[in-house]
């Protein structure tokens, strides 16, 4: 932890001359044993790296769940000035708009436990997973334009929901801006009949149960109480943003040399906000932020059928209706006060999710008297959160908060040390069901390949930048 | 040539040293392919050949390997085989696989792209080397 500097209990900050050419000072939020963790990879490094980059407002931030990833950290945010700022695919990532919804149901443990078996089973039928499984939804391109500018609100009118989702998801399902005419060819090939796929990896569908309230004013605004069945999705843009992502880090990478941009990555290749390049940049990311919205909506749509075909009735009877839907990896214009000033900022969050408080323009009204659902998905062994956006996210971390557990052990190591028969056999003992295609992966995922979530949630409401609002234990997950 | 898989927390590396260039790109996506399934259960049933020119190596690199994730993602395409000839940062090269099955291929990793995170490639001794990240 050489050169970082302890701020507050839980703060801490890496001075300008941690590395050459840094503009801003690097601030990370977290106890020691996580800063420890976080010293042990190249993630601080990539803290100090995106520092470096002009037109940055005031520091170069990690969230808690802070590790080594590519460009900027997983855990990261940053925040340009729109004058001398720019715009980097390395601070968004290949899995744009990767996020996760959470949705409740009226349903007790003891309710859904008798036929648990049964749920997962109807889930895994019809949520399609893995590489190279088409979705069940065909998607010409017209259709494709049509999810590229409207998201989850598009979805919903091919019949994937009801429009009442729109008013629980950020910025009501339809992140706004998107061009499908800055995308390439390859990107409508590869989104093609995957809307509505899980995908693989970190991906996930799992049945909790609220195990705990910690603000009961505020978990009774979100419809949450204990012993309450919720389902968690986590899931992303699928090829369309890994296609983006690649495509306009070229576009980037020739921006940058031709402005002799010295970049300590080149992941981290970046256009000037302003210019054409960083304008298509973002209208096609926004393309696969809505891309994303609506894939969740589609998986949403699937996970309504399991419980109505297993429990009977229909969705609104079972009362499984969305609470919020986030995607913790993104850049957006948002407005934020710096030195006093209102400023429009072009905020990047690498794993991390915004967490606005009560009042803010860009939740839904619902919500606007309590402040904005921060959905936290955890290890599959342990807990998942919802949490709540605070003023303090606003002052420290340009509204910013965690985004999971975070990493600690890599994929291999993990597939060296951990058998995943044994674990599906271990997290089953514990009441936990498990399905997935491939043991390997589950081995992967481990809850011990990943920091614990109850240190990094606790860092982020001792740090001001979320406050808990409910705990959510895992009983059935379907992996990829 | 050789290749073997490196330690990235969130993410999985591969270190590929050759004799040559051409050797060099056809392990790394040797590399990356056998990250993603058995090498042995790909059969050699179809051929395709690319050509792909870059204004330096790292560059070259980046589009050869997204290039063939491309190729899988959107066509259903798994190679097995890679006879690669390069010069002045230009690739070609005739690809040997299949069609893609995921029951019969059985996936091991998905990876979403390969990053520009560390790469670089390198002389090394009397030939070369790459670290590549791939983001899965």
Same mark, same amino acid.
């Given at each position: 932890?050489?050169?970082?500097?302890?701020? /507050?209990?839980?703060?801490?900050?890496?001075?300008?001359?941690?590395?050459?050419?840094?503009?801003?000072?690097?601030?990370?939020?977290?106890?020691?044993?996580?800063?420890?963790?976080?010293?042990?990879?190249?993630?601080?490094?990539?803290?100090?790296?995106?520092?470096?980059?002009?037109?940055?407002?005031?520091?170069?931030?990690?969230?808690?769940?802070?590790?080594?990833?590519?460009?900027?950290?997983?855990?990261?945010?940053?925040?340009?000035?729109?004058?001398?700022?720019?715009?980097?695919?390395? /601070?968004?990532?290949?899995?744009?708009?990767?996020?996760?919804?959470?949705?409740?149901?009226?349903?007790?443990?003891?309710?859904?436990?008798?036929?648990?078996?049964?749920?997962?089973?109807?889930?895994?039928?019809?949520?399609?997973?893995?590489?190279?499984?088409?979705?069940?939804?065909?998607?010409?391109?017209?259709?494709?334009?049509?999810?590229?500018?409207?998201?989850?609100?598009?979805?919903?009118?091919?019949?994937?929901?009801?429009?009442?989702?729109?008013?629980?998801?950020?910025?009501? /399902?339809?992140?706004?801006?998107?061009?499908?005419?800055?995308?390439?060819?390859?990107?409508?090939?590869?989104?093609?009949?995957?809307?509505?796929?899980?995908?693989?990896?970190?991906?996930?569908?799992?049945?909790?149960?609220?195990?705990?309230?910690?603000?009961?004013?505020?978990?009774?605004?979100?419809?949450?109480?204990?012993?309450?069945?919720?389902?968690?999705?986590?899931?992303?843009?699928?090829?369309?943003?890994?296609?983006?992502?690649?495509?306009?880090?070229?576009?980037?990478?020739?921006?940058?040399?031709?402005?002799?941009?010295?970049?300590?990555?080149?992941?981290?290749?970046?256009?000037?906000?302003?210019?054409?390049?960083?304008?298509?940049?973002?209208?096609?990311?926004?393309?696969?932020?809505?891309?994303?919205?609506?894939?969740?909506?589609?998986?949403?749509?699937?996970?309504?059928?399991?419980?109505?075909?297993?429990?009977?009735?229909?969705?609104?009877?079972?009362?499984?209706?969305?609470?919020?839907?986030?995607?913790?990896?993104?850049?957006?214009?948002?407005?934020?006060?710096?030195?006093?000033?209102?400023?429009?900022?072009?905020?990047?969050?690498?794993?991390?999710?915004?967490?606005?408080?009560?009042?803010?323009?860009?939740?839904?009204?619902?919500?606007?008297?309590?402040?904005?659902?921060?959905?936290?998905?955890?290890?599959?062994?342990?807990?998942?959160?919802?949490?709540?956006?605070?003023?303090?996210?606003?002052?420290?971390?340009?509204?910013?908060?965690?985004? /999971?557990?975070?990493?600690?052990?890599?994929?291999?190591?993990?597939?060296?040390?951990?058998?995943?028969?044994?674990? @599906?056999?271990?997290?089953?003992?514990?009441?936990?069901?498990?399905?997935?295609?491939?043991?390997?992966?589950?081995?992967?995922?481990?809850?011990?390949?990943?920091?614990?979530?109850?240190?990094?949630?606790?860092?982020?409401?001792?740090?001001?930048?979320?406050?808990?609002?409910?705990?959510?234990?895992?009983?059935?997950?379907? @992996?990829? | 040539?050789?290749?073997?898989?490196?330690?990235?927390?969130?993410?999985?590396?591969?270190?590929?040293?050759?004799?040559?260039?051409?050797?060099?790109?056809?392990?790394?996506?040797?590399?990356?392919?056998?990250?993603?399934?058995?090498?042995?259960?790909?059969?050699?049933?179809?051929?395709?050949?690319?050509?792909?020119?870059?204004?330096?190596?790292?560059?070259?690199?980046?589009?050869?390997?997204?290039?063939?994730?491309?190729?899988?993602?959107?066509?259903?395409?798994?190679?097995?085989?890679?006879?690669?000839?390069?010069?002045?940062?230009?690739?070609?090269?005739?690809?040997?696989?299949?069609?893609?099955?995921?029951?019969?291929?059985?996936?091991?990793?998905?990876?979403?792209?390969?990053?520009?995170?560390?790469?670089?490639?390198?002389?090394?001794?009397?030939?070369?080397?790459?670290?590549?990240?791939?983001?899965?």
């Amino acid at each position: 932890m050489e050169g970082l500097r302890k701020k /507050g209990k839980y703060k801490w900050e890496l001075p300008v001359g941690y590395r050459p050419g840094m503009r801003v000072p690097g601030c990370i939020f977290a106890d020691e044993e996580l800063m420890e963790l976080a010293a042990e990879d190249r993630a601080i490094e990539q803290v100090a790296n995106v520092a470096t980059l002009p037109g940055i407002v005031k520091c170069s931030l990690a969230m808690p769940d802070i590790h080594w990833g590519y460009g900027f950290p997983i855990g990261g945010v940053a925040a340009f000035q729109q004058k001398d700022g720019i715009v980097s695919p390395g /601070g968004v990532g290949f899995d744009i708009s990767c996020g996760v919804r959470l949705v409740k149901t009226s349903l007790s443990e003891n309710d859904v436990r008798v036929r648990l078996d049964e749920l997962v089973f109807e889930m895994n039928r019809r949520i399609p997973k893995g590489l190279g499984i088409k979705g069940r939804i065909k998607t010409p391109e017209q259709l494709l334009k049509k999810l590229f500018t409207g998201g989850a609100r598009e979805v919903i009118r091919m019949g994937y929901g009801i429009e009442q989702d729109l008013e629980r998801i950020e910025l009501g /399902g339809v992140y706004p801006g998107a061009n499908p005419e800055k995308v390439s060819a390859r990107v409508f090939e590869r989104g093609k009949d995957q809307v509505g796929t899980l995908g693989s990896g970190n991906h996930f569908v799992e049945v909790q149960v609220v195990e705990r309230v910690f603000l009961p004013d505020v978990a009774k605004i979100f419809g949450l109480f204990e012993g309450q069945v919720t389902v968690m999705i986590h899931s992303g843009s699928r090829g369309v943003g890994h296609q983006i992502c690649t495509d306009y880090l070229g576009v980037m990478d020739k921006v940058s040399k031709r402005i002799g941009a010295e970049l300590p990555d080149r992941q981290l290749a970046y256009a000037p906000l302003g210019t054409k390049e960083a304008d298509d940049y973002m209208e096609a990311m926004t393309c696969a932020a809505n891309y994303a919205v609506a894939n969740r909506q589609a998986l949403t749509h699937w996970v309504r059928e399991s419980f109505e075909r297993v429990y009977g009735g229909n969705v609104r009877a079972l009362g499984v209706d969305l609470l919020f839907d986030v995607s913790h990896n993104i850049a957006r214009i948002e407005r934020h006060r710096v030195d006093g000033k209102e400023l429009n900022l072009c905020v990047h969050r690498k794993g991390a999710t915004a967490s606005f408080p009560a009042g803010h323009p860009d939740i839904p009204s619902a919500y606007a008297g309590v402040g904005q659902p921060v959905i936290i998905p955890g290890d599959m062994g342990t807990c998942s959160y919802v949490l709540i956006g605070t003023e303090g996210a606003m002052r420290e971390s340009f509204g910013s908060t965690c985004h /999971g557990a975070g990493r600690v052990m890599s994929r291999s190591k993990a597939k060296k040390t951990i058998r995943g028969e044994e674990l @599906k056999r271990r997290l089953e003992s514990e009441g936990i069901i498990v399905m997935s295609g491939k043991p390997s992966l589950l081995a992967e995922e481990a809850p011990e390949a990943y920091k614990d979530v109850r240190r990094v949630v606790d860092v982020c409401e001792g740090a001001g930048i979320s406050k808990k609002v409910a705990m959510m234990r895992p009983i059935a997950v379907l @992996k990829g | 040539m050789e290749f073997r898989t490196i330690e990235h927390t969130a993410d999985i590396g591969v270190e590929v040293t050759a004799d040559s260039l051409g050797e060099l790109f056809r392990g790394a996506a040797l590399a990356m392919v056998s990250l993603i399934v058995d090498l042995g259960k790909i059969e050699g049933k179809i051929e395709r050949e690319i050509s792909l020119k870059a204004d330096d190596l790292d560059e070259l690199m980046f589009m050869w390997l997204n290039e063939i994730l491309y190729l899988l993602s959107a066509k259903g395409l798994i190679f097995k085989e890679f006879d690669v000839s390069i010069s002045d940062c230009c690739i070609s090269s005739k690809m040997i696989g299949e069609k893609f099955t995921p029951e019969r291929h059985k996936v091991k990793e998905e990876i979403k792209a390969a990053t520009y995170h560390e790469l670089g490639v390198e002389r090394r001794n009397e030939g070369w080397m790459v670290r590549v990240i791939f983001d899965v």
